[in-house]
């Protein structure tokens, strides 16, 4: 029998009722396919918000290491009451958590990286005959603590697992089925992909699409594992990424992937600041060491040794970004000014790279619409546009029509 890792979101196992489903979907795969399985389970519902707001009510600046331990039992009683769930169909299951599943990790509290998995438990106990059920999000650092590995964590641990077990694919249970041309929220007439590139999903993950994390389909494209991204709610047969090898498509493939946003940006802008050597290493190496993460970069050409430098950050990292930027500005002679209600729209896939044309597309679009186009960052699978968060959905509904995206053939 082959092993496939199952990944289960907090969506997918929000109530007892919601994990009862999952440990019927479970014994299916285990008793009527014949599969290996390891399940890999997120908190339930919204449950990790809610020990993040509870810490906020009993300490101003909680540690990072208190937090990444209260944290980890979320996914912890996720795991040991799917465990019961399995029991009660007859099904023997052992609910382990990421340190038990020999998960290592290294890094900052809050934000591990996975370094290592020592899966020699797991396979003992698929020689058993058990179903694995791992918390994800988690695992142990050089320490012996608890660290999680940040928002989407579980995303990540399900494809390492895979990889380090070699399984035969990595499959995600979430809330919706598959990956489509554009949020069918906004775009009712956006379709289904059925196959996908790990590179246009990593750049559709980074831009902005909540459906997997980018981390995980990066981790996957490196190791070769292949992803089904599924719906825990049904049956249909998702979106499958992986590269794409099939040699008789190489000219006719679908030349975009899809049209994706993001309502989580803010823009900072140092104005007149005097540039040379170094500059840009003065404004961004604080930034890093702060821990705040910075996406789009445009710098003005200089003019006698003078320009402006703006970048983009999430809206939580918005005052910290700020209030460095000012320091910086300060010291070279210049201001900064701050934008937080702004949003990100992007056209991706690699059907783009040496097709010239994009880029006026989507500025010749959002021009139509009256959209104004505060920062562009383009490479050779996407073309992202800045622009005001209240015009983001009307931009992808446009974007999306205007590529013709509807009438890609499922």
């Not at 519902?45 to 707001?53: A, E, I, N, P, Q």
């Not at 599943?101 to 438990?121: D, F, V």
């Not at 500005?329 to 059907?351: C, N």
Request: charged content about 25%; aromatic content about 4%.
């Amino acid at each position: 029998m082959g092993i496939v890792v199952q990944k289960y979101g907090g969506s997918s196992v929000a109530t007892a009722e919601h994990i009862k489903a999952v440990a019927e979907r479970v014994r299916k795969a285990r008793e009527e396919e014949g599969l290996d399985l390891v399940v890999v389970v997120s908190a339930m519902g919204k449950t990790t918000d809610r020990l993040l707001s509870l810490a906020s009510e009993v300490a101003r600046r909680p540690a990072p290491r208190e937090i990444d331990q209260l944290l980890s039992t979320g996914e912890q009683q996720s795991v040991a009451l799917l465990a019961m769930a399995l029991h009660d169909r007859g099904v023997g299951a052992t609910s382990l958590s990421g340190p038990q599943a020999g998960m290592k990790i290294t890094g900052r509290y809050g934000s591990g990286l996975i370094s290592e998995i020592q899966p020699e438990r797991m396979h003992n106990l698929l020689a058993e005959g058990q179903v694995v059920i791992v918390a994800g999000f988690q695992g142990m650092n050089a320490l012996g603590d608890v660290m999680t590995l940040g928002r989407g964590g579980s995303d990540t641990t399900a494809v390492a697992l895979a990889a380090a077990l070699g399984a035969d694919r990595c499959e995600i249970y979430t809330d919706v089925d598959g990956i489509y041309t554009a949020d069918p929220r906004i775009v009712p007439e956006a379709r289904r992909i059925p196959e996908i590139s790990s590179s246009e999903m990593a750049e559709m993950a980074w831009r902005g699409a909540k459906v997997m994390h980018p981390r995980a389909v990066e981790l996957g494209a490196l190791y070769g594992v292949e992803i089904h991204v599924r719906s825990s709610f049904g049956e249909g047969p998702g979106t499958i990424i992986r590269e794409d090898t099939d040699l008789e498509r190489l000219e006719t493939r679908e030349t975009l992937a899809g049209i994706v946003h993001d309502l989580d940006v803010s823009r900072v802008t140092l104005t007149g600041i005097r540039t040379g050597p170094g500059t840009m290493s003065r404004i961004f190496a604080p930034l890093a060491k702060a821990g705040v993460s910075v996406d789009v970069i445009v710098e003005s050409a200089p003019k006698e040794g003078f320009s402006d430098v703006a970048f983009t950050v999430s809206r939580a990292g918005f005052a910290e970004a700020r209030r460095l930027a000012g320091e910086i500005a300060e010291a070279l002679g210049g201001e900064v000014e701050g934008e937080e209600d702004l949003g990100k729209v992007s056209v991706v896939g690699t059907g783009m790279l040496n097709r010239p044309g994009y880029a006026a597309k989507t500025f010749d679009s959002l021009g139509r619409a009256g959209i104004p186009i505060r920062m562009v960052s383009t490479s050779e699978i996407q073309v992202t546009c800045v622009i005001p968060a209240a015009q983001v959905e009307e931009a992808v509904r446009r974007l999306h029509e205007d590529f013709e995206l509807e009438e890609r053939d499922v």
